[in-house]
């Protein structure tokens, strides 16, 4: 099934303005100030003491300054009391949460649970959650991937059957952010008989009322947890969209391009941060009578991963760009920022464990933070493999 | 951030697009002229140059008495994409142009900006630029090229080696050591030196690709009698202007690769249903995920481009020059090799030729294996891949010098 590509996707000539403005500049710097001081390693580190599932992100004191700092309001719709920024707003904020590792609800909320509400939802009923959202009342996240670790909506096994007033779910969900402590969770089920992008739909769940189980993650500061679906009804009114609904795969594929450019960000701020750690101990860890980032060794591949982040972080800001204006490159943008950010985590991993030497292999160093944010982000919704694969599908050049 | 300019940006693009349809050489004219090297400027080419800069389109951002309109930048970077769009460069002579014009502008003295700069700028004569040596490439400052002043004039011998274009030029923007006791990066100077001078030798240089259209030169001086006049501002102020001249246009000249690395990308997308449909169904996959790989970095490389460009208008620092000549490089380096790669068995029976290489052709149309060696020209080249990292290490990262 090769079929060359299409004209519009493939159009790689556009012309941007990558400028800041003054806004997007003081917000940037504003969160980069606010969590470097909030978010320090000593509190990221509380994730990796605590148990899988052991700590509540939305107690701790990090989420509640970011409730009082009006976060959670960031990109809601104004009409729905939220602060109406775009999603270039969005990106550079959670580029700044990735890069400080920030352990709390904020993108499983802002950048997974609301654009779904928002895309699949009526209006009434995304007013009612975002609201809710938006006054930092409730948290929410997405589940779309199943044990098997897949998040294309074609891969969804869980099924939905009418029942009563409602729907009745069935099956398993897994790699759900927050899954044990989120207060709204929006699951994507197909109803029965259904495959591929037909017949999904999109359910809100009540947090507490889902049997939800903690994995043991090599990452605490993204928590992710394994619900069991079987048995929970849904009332018609928590419906955001129904399966059969022919409108729902696009929205459901809006809003996990949102989710996917957002994870390409929070993972490229993680490795800007391995990176300028890494560069930093390039110039004061000193051999042979001199900094060892004066050998050329060292020296060219520092300038492979600095290109590689780079690459990444554009890619990001052009699929910023593209969700926020609506263009028709957004799905093609997404992938090509998830691709980029994955192999530039790639990259940096490598390098940055192996540039410290010794002690970057000690639990004491907190580089080994940073460097499973940056694994466990290229897993989730999809690795820089499957993303590369799904561009070369929107290019026709695959099945 | 946004994903186009303002208006009146889009009006200068529509302006020059309408002036490029009625003005343009056409593909006849060039192809029964083709220009032989980037030394060479065929008939319809000088009157093509010509009428850029009477039109104040052959350098935008200048004033109209150099071929200019006062360009805002944006509408400098407008320009360039457009004349890459459109498979039209402004010169045969991109280093006369690009390089020995301007810094012959900033540094020249007005008999010199009369008798070179502005002609090189009408199309009437074309330049060359003697910086290599057998013993001087990646490490410049080590020429040896002697200039001794004996009264009103320079005494100069010496030897230059891959000068591009030297075999068709009129004059070479030479750089020779004057001063041999100075440190090596202050006893250097450029004189201005006519190719026909008597001791000039050209000795061509046959590349691997295109032996029979040579390009790259050797060039041999042996009391080679030059006036006094023709040094290039100060003596011994060489290396600033090595690397000034190296530096015009900064922040700009990453469009035209930019949009040359695009053109072959969307050849090759062209080209890969049919390399795809060639192929053993379990060899597709991999081949398909290796076209994404160089689809994304194309647009990555613009997106990159287009950053640094932001930051120039921010009043930041220039988009870093050196980080997008080695991506844009390697990235054209990489497709062509995937490129000759997926084309399998007829990458290496191809005989077909399509002679010179049309500078004035951005979308080359040569077999992908030819691309693919002709792309280490680019790596290799004004400063090669391993001189760029050096460059960002040193400059962008700010890693101590070794």
Sequence with gaps: ?399 | MRLAFEAPVEAFRRELAAWLRDNRPTPSEMKAEPALSTGHAPGWAKRWTRRMFDAGWLVPGWPPELGGRNAAPTEQLVYLEEMARAGVARTTNPQGLGIIAPSILDYGSPEQIASYAVPLLRGEITGCLGMSEPGAGSDLAGLTTRAVLDGDRFVINGQKVWTSGANHADFCFLFCRTDPDAPKHKGISVILVDMDTPGVNVRPLPDIVDPEYPELNEVFLSDVLVPAGNLVGTANSGWAMANGSLAHERGMVWVTSVIELENATKRLLGEAPGMLERLPIGERAEAATMLAGLFIDAQAVRCLGYRGFGNLLHGGSAPEQALMKLFSSEARQRLALVAAELQGAEAIQGDEKFGAILPLSTSDPSPWLDQYFRSFGLTISAGSSEIQRNIIAEKVLGLPRA
């Design chain 1, 1 to 399: 099934m090769v079929g060359g590509p299409d004209a519009g996707l493939a159009d790689l000539e556009t012309d941007m303005d990558f400028e800041l403005n003054q806004d997007q500049e003081e917000l940037r710097d504003s969160a980069r100030t606010f969590l470097a001081e909030s978010c320090p390693p000593a509190v990221v580190r509380r994730s990796f003491e605590a148990g899988p599932g052991e700590l509540d992100p939305r107690s701790s004191g990090l989420w509640q300054e970011m409730v009082r700092l009006d976060w959670p309001a960031l990109t809601i719709p104004e009409s729905f009391g939220g602060m109406g920024l775009g999603f270039v707003e969005l990106t550079l904020v959670v580029e700044e949460a990735g890069r400080a590792l920030a352990p709390s609800p904020f993108v499983a909320t802002l950048t997974q649970f609301a654009p779904m509400v928002r895309e699949a939802g009526a209006s009434d009923q995304a007013g009612e959650l975002l609201q809710t959202v938006a006054e930092g009342g409730s948290t929410g996240t997405l589940a779309v991937a199943e044990p098997s670790g897949r998040w294309e909506p074609e891969s969804v096994t869980a099924i939905a059957r009418p029942a009563g007033r409602g729907w009745l779910l069935a099956g398993r969900k897994s790699f759900v952010f927050d899954g044990t402590t989120a207060d709204e969770i929006a699951v994507v089920a197909r109803g029965e008989g259904t495959t591929g992008s037909d017949g999904l739909g999109v359910f809100v769940l009540s947090g507490p009322a889902v049997p939800a189980r903690a994995l043991r993650v090599a990452d605490p500061t993204q928590p992710l947890a394994e619900l069991d679906l079987d048995g929970l009804e849904v009332p018609r009114e928590r419906v955001l969209i129904e399966p059969g609904d022919p409108r729902a795969s696009r929205a459901i594929g809006r809003a996990l391009q949102e989710a996917t450019t957002a994870m390409a960000a929070s993972s490229t701020g993680t490795c800007g941060a391995i990176f300028d750690t890494t560069l930093q101990y390039a110039k004061d860890r000193e051999q042979y009578g001199r900094p060892i980032g004066s050998f050329q060794a060292l020296k060219h591949r520092l300038v492979d991963m600095y290109l590689a982040l780079e690459r990444s972080r554009s890619l990001v800001y052009f699929a910023a760009l593209t969700i926020s204006e609506d263009d028709e490159r957004r799905a093609m943008a997404a992938s090509m920022a998830k691709a980029a950010a994955g192999e530039c985590q790639r990259l940096i991993v490598k390098e940055g464990l192996q540039m410290h030497g010794g002690i970057g292999f000690t639990w004491e160093h907190d580089l080994h933070l940073y460097l499973k944010r940056a694994k466990s982000s290229d897993f989730l919704f999809g690795s820089s493999l499957a993303h590369r694969a799904s561009v070369a599908r929107l290019l026709g050049l695959a099945a």
